[in-house]
């Protein structure tokens, strides 16, 4: 068996709204296909004694075991993989338990979808599994040498992608309270919530934090002298920047102990403490130059060290800090006591654990010297032995809760010296003797004060009760009643999406200053376009999230992005359905439209609860699609007499109908006439009902979101089918002697809508029609049928891609559909194959009888546009406020053919 493709999904999906970060890997079984579990030799019992701890996956018989029970009795090795993968993880300290595994249409060949913690640990763990399993199968067995590499290699891409606590405390606390959060990788930064609404921070360095007063906090002496000048207890002590000063600075200190210490340095790398003589003062200063041109000496303050963790100028957390030490026991060395004491699972490397490992290094040897001890010694019972100066927790200390213990007046102090220096979360160090005495009573004083201060020692102190003061970090960047986010409409369906997502923003472009939306067409914030491009997909969609100028997010979702990745969101205000028809299928291990319309109700099923969910009422598979909606529906309906709509609004809800010429909103026993649909442009005239109904699902959806009617009147009649605005969709040229209409369809539902409208066109119609090469052969066939309804003369060309499809081939599938449906002597007359779509448009717009309408559906719409716009089109009659005169026949295709010199094909 092999993996054919591997895809990361991140957000809400078709196999999970809740669970959004899976694995999905297509599998070949390759000549496993029709080989179960149960008839491969020794396998359950390879698999059982290589991974026992499956016994605790529970799988469909839902009891402990029951997964192997599945394995002996006969499973496919898909679905083995999918729990071998999830072991794996899990067994790396990354516990999941969500999988699925289902074969395609395509025997043999299985889609099995894994729950991750870590993408790269998931992605990891397929391939592991992979070998896993088919070592079993080829050797009876997996050595335990290759199941202890793959864990080690899992274990290090959790541990070298790990957060650090500090941030891991800010993104679990965000999650617990709704609040959407993205690391922005490019800037090692963290946002919370989206759009203008964001707060960006960079472990307890926040969007709030005063830039003065973390250079202040920086520049350790600058510090201590305003502190100083405020009355505030500091070290006495000064700053020097050569050895030749260190013995003036000591005598001016009135001799030792002293402490030395870098001028700008943190997590006390380069400090040496309670010096004294000037052997080790000479040591102490050469470390702090290590770290920085200044140095400090100090007085050297005995008492124990705490750090003051102020939160929005408020004290959330107090904790004494001891150096890293071991206690004897009188039986073991201090070398093994130290190896006992990093096997603590707390203790881990750097940030990554609540606590860190001890290293042993010169400042190590230099503690041991001074207690008269070595790394062979045996310490009695009891006895502590310290092994560093300093109480830093990444350099191997530990921590003890004090926050219930701290003098008011203290906590008042420190909560002043935030205020003094500026920072939004400070870091206060203290040498007290006793915190639950004033600093004046216990000889006390304030050592440092720290930007940017550490969180995990008051998160899971060693001792005492551990601080949620994350909390009060995210209650500081957004408190009550302060909005997280902006609001999100996201718009999908199979046709009319990239027309209704511009009329919504439209729409809210009269209530918001900056409207921020993604279309096939590009991505568009404030009116102005910022990448051009299909962007519809979620990495689109994040660059309007993350953008700190968007009031409002309006976002067209396709099928393929919600495929391959996932929603970029977790959940949306309004999610608009349109419709689902044939397209695509085939496409994505998607065969059947049932199947579609699962991948489109993922946007109705991401609307959160206080959010809406507006549906067509009049295509049953999208209306049934309320059952899954968490938030409230509101449909839409081309019918004022729908029963489901009725029904709807009677029990209260709400509702967008085409009543009497007129769009309107429903709710309750109100009925609000938006505008009669000759005044709305988009609808030419109201004679494209699709139009119609793209319009009364953005009507919808802005009325759901606070949109006052008139509002909404205001921007209907302000929104054209024009190149400006929808380009691409339904937009129609008056060149005088003839009209062109310009659409984008590509599917039989589209090609069925645009006949909608050219139906009602009394003059000639003419048509260029087309299809993409990878769309199913019965489809390509259906275009031909719907062309034969609806145009007088076809000319078929294809696309400049025909994504694998041979030269050719999609037209002559085209050409089979016309057959279908007219005389094969009308057929031939009636229909026409010239293949380069540049030269078919052209074609057509030399000649188009007089009164015709010749309809163009574009592989590449801009060039359709400009070759049409060559032409001279007459100004103000592009919204198809017309009445077609008397029609005037088509030359027969024929004609066509002879002048064009034989390049027409029939």
């Not at 913690?117 to 992979?130: D, K, M, N, P, W």
């Amino acid at each position: 068996m092999k993996i054919l493709q591997t895809q990361t999904l991140r957000g809400p999906n078709y196999w999970s709204i809740r669970r959004s970060k899976l694995i999905l890997v297509r599998l070949d079984l390759e000549e496993l296909a029709d080989r179960p579990s149960n008839t491969i030799p020794g396998f359950y019992d390879s698999l059982v004694a290589i991974l026992p701890s499956l016994e605790e996956h529970h799988c469909s018989p839902g009891c402990r075991g029951g997964f192997l029970s599945r394995v002996q009795e006969g499973t496919m090795m898909g679905h083995i993989l999918e729990h071998v993968v999830l072991e794996l993880q899990t067994l790396a300290e990354m516990p999941v338990g969500f999988g699925r595994t289902r074969e395609t249409a395509n025997p043999g060949i299985y889609q099995v979808v894994i729950e991750y913690q870590l993408e790269s640990a998931g992605r990891y763990a397929a391939r592991a599994a992979l070998r896993l399993c088919q070592s079993i199968i080829e050797l009876g067995t997996y050595p335990q040498a290759e199941l202890d590499r793959d864990l080690e290699d899992l274990i290090k891409i959790r541990t070298d992608a790990a957060q650090g606590a500090s941030t891991d405390a800010l993104t679990q606390e965000a999650e617990s309270r709704g609040i959407p959060w993205l690391h922005l990788e490019s800037c090692d930064l963290f946002q919370f919530g989206y759009g203008k609404h964001q707060k960006r921070v960079q472990a307890a360095l926040t969007s709030h934090s005063n830039i003065l007063g973390v250079e202040l906090a920086c520049d350790k002496e600058k510090t201590k002298n305003i502190l100083a000048s405020m009355g505030v207890p500091v070290p006495k002590g000064m700053t020097i920047y050569s050895f030749g000063e260190l013995a003036a600075a000591i005598d001016r200190l009135g001799g030792y102990p002293i402490v030395i210490k870098p001028l700008n340095g943190n997590h006390g790398r380069g400090i040496t403490i309670d010096i004294q003589d000037w052997e080790h003062a000479e040591v102490g200063y050469d470390r702090a130059r290590e770290v920085s041109s200044g140095v400090i000496v100090e007085h050297f303050y005995q008492g124990r060290d705490h750090r003051i963790l102020v939160v929005n100028h408020k004290v959330v957390a107090v904790a004494e800090r001891v150096p890293a030490h071991v206690i004897g026991d009188g039986q073991t060395t201090i070398a093994a006591l130290i190896d006992r004491e990093n096997q603590d699972e707390r203790r881990g490397n750097g940030h990554d654990n609540m606590l860190t490992k001890i290293e042993l290094d010169d400042s190590t040897d230099e503690m041991l010297r001074r207690q008269g001890v070595s790394l062979v010694t045996i310490l009695p019972a009891g006895q502590t032995c310290y092994l560093r100066a300093t109480a830093n927790l990444s350099t191997g200390g530990i921590a003890i809760d004090r926050t219930d213990e701290i003098h008011p007046e203290t906590l008042w102090m420190a909560e002043r010296v935030s205020k003094i220096i500026g920072l939004d979360i400070a870091g206060i160090d203290v040498i007290t003797t006793d915190i639950t005495k004033t600093l004046g009573e216990a000889d006390g004083t304030i050592v440092e004060v720290n930007a940017a201060p550490g969180l995990r020692m008051h998160i899971a102190p060693s001792q005492g009760v551990g601080r949620n003061v994350a909390a009060p970090i995210l209650q500081m960047l957004f408190p009550p009643n302060v909005p997280t986010q902006i609001p999100i409409v996201a718009v999908t369906g199979t046709n009319g999406k990239t027309t209704t997502t511009r009329l919504i923003a439209h729409i809210f472009s009269q209530v918001y200053d900056s409207v921020g939306f993604t279309t096939t067409d590009g991505i568009y914030i404030g009116g102005r376009l910022v990448e051009k491009g299909d962007t519809t997909g979620p990495q689109s969609a994040q660059i309007i999230l993350k953008d700190p100028t968007v009031d409002i997010a309006i976002l067209e979702t396709a099928r393929g992005g919600i495929l391959r990745s996932g929603l970029a969101f977790q959940s949306c205000d309004v999610g608009v359905v349109l419709n689902v028809a044939a397209d695509h299928l085939g496409l994505g291990d998607i065969n059947t439209i049932d199947q579609l319309a699962k991948v489109k109700a993922v946007i109705a099923e991401t609307v959160h609860a206080d959010g809406y969910a507006v549906l067509n009422a009049d295509d049953e598979r999208v209306a049934a699609m309320a059952d899954q909606v968490r938030g409230k529906v509101a449909y839409f309906s081309m019918d004022a007499d729908n029963p489901l709509v009725r029904s709807h609004v009677r029990r209260g809800g709400i509702a967008a109908v085409y009543d009497r010429e007129h769009l309107t909103i429903l709710q309750q026993e109100r009925v609000h006439r938006i505008e009669q649909v000759e005044r709305v442009p988009l609808t030419l005239g109201g004679r494209a009902p699709f139009m119609i109904a793209n319009a009364l699902a953005a009507s919808l959806a802005a009325y759901v979101q606070g949109v006052k009617i008139e509002q909404i009147r205001s921007a209907l009649q302000s929104f054209r089918a024009s190149t400006q605005q929808t380009p691409g969709r339904m937009n129609l040229f008056n060149l005088g002697k003839y009209h062109v209409l310009v659409d984008y369809a590509h599917n039989p539902a589209g090609y069925a809508a645009v006949g909608s409208f050219v139906k009602n066109w009394t003059g000639p119609a003419i048509g260029v029609v087309g299809g993409p090469g990878d769309r199913r052969d019965e489809d390509l066939i259906e275009l031909g049928k719907l062309s034969a309804t609806f145009f007088d003369r076809i000319i078929v060309k294809e696309d400049d891609d025909n994504r694998g499809r041979a030269w050719g081939e999609v037209a002559e599938l085209i050409v089979q559909g016309v057959e279908q449906v007219l005389p094969t002597a009308d057929a031939t007359s009636a229909c026409s194959i010239m293949l380069n779509e540049a030269e078919a448009i052209v074609w057509a717009l030399d000649h188009a009888p007089e009164h015709a309408l010749v309809t163009i559906f574009p592989d590449n719409v801009s060039r359709a546009i400009a070759l049409i716009m060559a032409r001279n089109p007459i100004p103000d009659r592009l919204d198809a406020t017309f009445t077609p005169e008397a029609t005037t026949e088509v030359p027969v295709l024929n004609a066509y053919a002879a002048s064009n010199n034989g390049n027409c094909v029939s």
